[in-house]
């Protein structure tokens, strides 16, 4: 009868600390893939970011040649 007790809880600790232990890798992979998430949207963020500035950039560029064109068509008709 003592072995089997034995036994028993022997088991039911075994069955618990198994059961923390994929608790815990569910827990870090969850964190893991949030931290990749974060990071992804992140980098896609800054890429945006850098594309708007880009065509900014182009835009300005752009209207700084009309701009200079006009005045120089102005500057003919005189």
């Given at each position: ?8 809880v ?20 969850k ?5 990749k998430a974060?990071?992804k949207a ?13 065509k900014?950039?182009e ?5 700084e ?9 102005k500057?003919?008709?005189?």
């Open positions: 009868m003592k072995r089997f007790l034995t036994v028993l022997a088991s039911m600790f075994l069955a618990t600390a198994a059961y923390t232990a994929e608790e815990k890798k569910a827990d870090e992979k964190a893991e893939g949030e931290a974060e990071k992140d980098e896609k963020k800054a890429e945006g970011k850098a594309k708007a500035e880009k900014a950039g835009k300005k560029a752009e209207g040649a009309k701009a200079e064109k006009k005045a120089d068509e500057k003919a008709e005189k």
